[in-house]
């Protein structure tokens, strides 16, 4: 007897591929955690980035699975569109809250807008991710990684002297 497969996914493609989405938003989230949930000092942020590092080096194609599903679908189903809003939306909450932590802690300048850097982080790594894919080599991703950290450093307290 045929599996039905779609008798799980009632709407199709858009069901099934909304809960591909999400699958791989846990398993994105889950390769750079513990760090991602800790991300209150400029150690625990290098330990991300070689977890973020290690992950996509190990992805059998280039780049970041939910941005690829972004590039293929997002404009043709509103459903699909909804499913990685909300991974963008959890990611970019993550990388708020460190960015949070950090200026909790007086590693970030206290007038710094964690909104707005987590979002700033997370645009320049899934632009480095995309260049990746289109070029097919990790330089685009670890220059992305620089330019967070630069951008994080021009956020940073200056020791005291």
């Known amino acids: 007897m045929p599996i039905r497969f779609f008798h799980y996914f009632p709407d199709g493609k858009p069901d099934l591929v909304s809960a591909l989405t999400q699958w791989q938003g846990a398993r994105v989230f889950d390769a750079q955690r513990p760090h991602l949930d ?4 400029w150690e625990s942020w290098q330990k991300w980035r070689e977890a973020i590092t290690d992950f996509y080096r190990e992805q059998p194609c ?4 939910i941005g690829s599903m972004v590039n293929e679908l997002v404009g043709r189903h509103d ?16 990388l708020q809250a460190g960015t949070e932590r950090m200026i909790t802690a007086g590693l970030l300048q206290a ?10 982080i997370l645009a320049t790594l ?4 995309l260049m990746t894919k289109t070029n097919r080599t990790e330089e685009p991703l670890l220059d992305a990684l620089d330019a967070i950290f630069l951008t ?10």
Do not use: F, I, K, M
């Open 79 to 94: 459903q699909v569109a909804a499913a990685v809003q909300n991974v963008w939306t959890e990611w970019q909450r993550l």
């Open 38 to 41: 800790e991300l209150d000092s």
């Open 62 to 65: 280039w780049g970041c699975p």
């Open 126 to 129: 899934q632009g480095g991710l």
């Open 152 to 161: 994080l450093r021009a956020h940073a307290v200056e020791p005291a002297r």
């Open 111 to 120: 007038d710094t807008d964690p909104r707005r850097l987590g979002r700033s």
